[in-house]
């Protein structure tokens, strides 16, 4: 195979890859599955959530994570428009975000914004460097509530 073909199919495997990864950060939080989350990180990564917390190393991300958690027992993330460029081991990437949460303070609420990632190969394995959130809105749904499905947002079956 030539070097040419071996470097474009390398580019088009690590953008899958990192695609996935993108939907397993929001399929970790969505479904409260720490363990899915734990891979997708280094030990020396960064999370950068703003008013939802700033964590530095893996340990300090999945414990902020599982104070987010216990604040919004419910979150649906929308990952869209992810704009990916991939040089070598290292890639970055601006991926757009809706999430709908159930806040046991504030009740259900939108927020929307951008990651701003960069993403590391080491070992073969593709994870986040760092993830930045930028906040555009946070909306208070104010009566808003679920009259049928799985999830009742706190309130009774």
């Not at 199919?9 to 899958?16: C, N, V, Y």
């Not at 040089?87 to 701003?116: K, W």
Request: aromatic content about 10%; glycine content about 8%; overall charge negative.
């Amino acid at each position: 195979m030539s070097n040419d073909l071996e470097a474009r199919l390398d580019a088009i495997e690590s953008r899958i890859a990192i695609e996935t990864l993108i939907a397993n950060y929001a399929e970790a939080f969505d479904t409260m599955n720490e363990a899915l989350l734990a891979t997708l990180w280094h030990p020396d990564s960064r999370l950068y959530l703003g008013a939802n917390g700033n964590s530095e190393g893996l340990e300090a991300i999945l414990a902020q994570a599982r104070v987010n958690m216990k604040r919004m027992p419910h979150m649906h993330h929308w990952m869209a428009n992810a704009l990916i460029t991939v040089e070598g081991d290292t890639g970055r990437g601006r991926v757009a975000a809706d999430c709908l949460f159930y806040d046991v303070d504030q009740g259900p609420l939108q927020v929307s914004g951008q990651y701003h990632d960069i993403y590391q190969r080491r070992n073969g394995r593709w994870a986040f460097e760092q993830r930045t959130f930028d906040m555009h809105y946070a909306t208070p749904l104010q009566n808003w509530t679920p009259v049928a499905g799985t999830e009742r947002f706190g309130l009774p079956a």
